[in-house]
């Protein structure tokens, strides 16, 4: 094997994460900043959230969006003033 193709077999089994999300996910994220945007003071429970926004309030869904609001903690731009609540960092 050529060292100058090893490059090109690990790009081809680079795992999928890389590529951008699909819609529906960013079209998910955005409505979740939207919302705190609009509520800066407000805290919200992933479920609360779901309610507010419409959303499918079934457990998984619901479980999604608290990974989705961990993550945006993580980023700083939500803070946790308290188990399982959510309120834009200011």
């Given at each position: 094997?050529?060292?100058?193709?090893?490059?090109?077999?690990?790009?081809?089994?680079?795992?999928?994460?890389?590529?951008?999300?699909?819609?529906?996910?960013?079209?998910?994220?955005?409505?979740?900043?939207?919302?705190?945007?609009?509520?800066?003071?407000?805290?919200?429970?992933?479920?609360?959230?779901?309610?507010?926004?419409?959303?499918?309030?079934?457990?998984?869904?619901?479980?999604?969006?608290?990974?989705?609001?961990?993550?945006?903690?993580?980023?700083?731009?939500?803070?946790?003033?308290?188990?399982?609540r959510y309120q834009k960092?200011?």
């Open positions: 094997m050529a060292a100058g193709s090893r490059p090109e077999v690990i790009a081809e089994l680079a795992p999928a994460g890389d590529e951008p999300e699909p819609p529906e996910t960013s079209t998910a994220y955005q409505a979740i900043v939207n919302a705190f945007n609009q509520h800066p003071e407000q805290e919200f429970r992933a479920r609360e959230l779901h309610e507010f926004l419409g959303m499918p309030t079934d457990e998984a869904s619901v479980n999604v969006t608290r990974a989705r609001l961990g993550r945006l903690t993580r980023q700083g731009f939500l803070t946790q003033p308290g188990r399982g960092r200011t």
